[in-house]
Each structure stands twice: as C-alpha cells, then as structure tokens.
C-alpha cells in the first residue's frame, strides 16, 4: 500500500511516466529481440539486428532533458517566489511547493550524476 504522500509525489514528478518509459525502452513494442534469421551473418554486408522501428533517443538527450526539466522547475519557484515578494501573489502554499519541488529535483539531478560518476569510476577500476 502506496502512502498518500507517496502517490502525490509519484504523480508530481511524473515517476509513473518515467518508469513506462524506461520499461518502453528495455521491452520495445514492437515485441522481443530480432530472430537470428532477421540478423546479418557476421562478414555480411547489412547492418545486425532490426532497421525497421526508429532509433530509441540516445542517453545524452535522455539526461539532457532531465537537466533542462531540473531548470525549469527552478525558474518557476523562483518565478513563484518573485511574485510572492512583490505582493502579486499571496500564494505562500504554491511558492513554498514550488521551492521543494525545485529543490528535490535537483537533489535528484545531483543523485544520479553521483551514480553516473560512481559507475564510470567501477567501469574503470574493471581490468581488461
């Protein structure tokens, strides 16, 4: 059983969407893992494996979305907070969400640099 508090930040950091994503790219839609008969022989002229479907977003943009989706949640508390400080807003609960929500992202941005740097490092550690 999910706790409410849970579900609300599931549902407000798109976990849900992240997971389905993740889960489209390790199990593509388009079914199973090519036949062998589908793959090019080795020393054969034709690329290995399917063509057919389009090339998933690379790893780079993966994680560049997440850092530009990291910004954007900054500028908004910091939006929110502006107007809040100029009198525009008398919104204390949304500015005060917005700066968590801004403040968690980037705790998690910064969580998953350090996993990124940590497997590199064990990557490198590996002998050849």
Do not use: C, W
Request: hydrophobic share 40%.
């Amino acid at each position: 059983m999910i706790s409410p508090i849970a579900q609300s930040l599931n549902s407000a950091y798109g976990v849900k969407d992240l997971q389905a994503q993740i889960q489209e790219r390790v199990n593509p839609p388009g079914g199973s893992l090519p036949k062998v008969s589908d793959v090019e022989k080795p020393g054969g002229l034709g690329p290995i494996g399917r063509t057919d479907r389009a090339s998933p977003a690379s790893f780079t943009d993966m994680l560049g979305q997440l850092v530009r989706e990291v910004d954007g949640k900054s500028k908004a508390a910091e939006t929110e907070a502006r107007r809040l400080m100029l009198g525009e807003s008398d919104n204390v609960h949304q500015s005060m969400i917005a700066m968590q929500e801004s403040g968690l992202a980037f705790t998690l941005l910064v969580e998953v640099r350090n996993k990124l740097v940590e497997s590199y490092q064990e990557l490198m550690r590996m002998p050849v």
